[in-house]
């Protein structure tokens, strides 16, 4: 798991705008990673923060 987080780190961290290319072409490489490290762990990875609060949660009804 230490090995994903320096690789997400060295992915992510010369990013600069989420909406310029680099981001976007760099997503292409970054899901298969967490994916991998869901299929060998068994759990997905605790070291991801999407705007500093943690990765989106499903939830059991529709808000309103």
Same mark, same amino acid.
């Given at each position: 798991?230490?090995a994903?987080?320096? @690789?997400? $780190? #060295? *992915?992510?961290?010369?990013?600069?705008?989420?909406?310029?290319?680099?981001?976007?072409?760099?997503?292409k490489?970054?899901?298969? @990673?967490? $994916? #991998? *490290?869901?299929?060998?762990?068994?759990?997905?990875?605790?070291?991801?923060?999407?705007?500093?609060?943690?990765?989106?949660?499903?939830?059991? $009804?529709?808000?309103?």
């Amino acid at each position: 798991m230490a090995a994903a987080e320096a @690789l997400h $780190k #060295s *992915i992510v961290g010369p990013l600069l705008a989420y909406c310029g290319e680099h981001y976007q072409a760099l997503r292409k490489v970054h899901g298969p @990673l967490l $994916k #991998s *490290i869901e299929t060998i762990t068994g759990q997905r990875a605790k070291f991801i923060q999407w705007n500093g609060t943690g990765p989106a949660q499903p939830r059991d $009804k529709p808000p309103g």
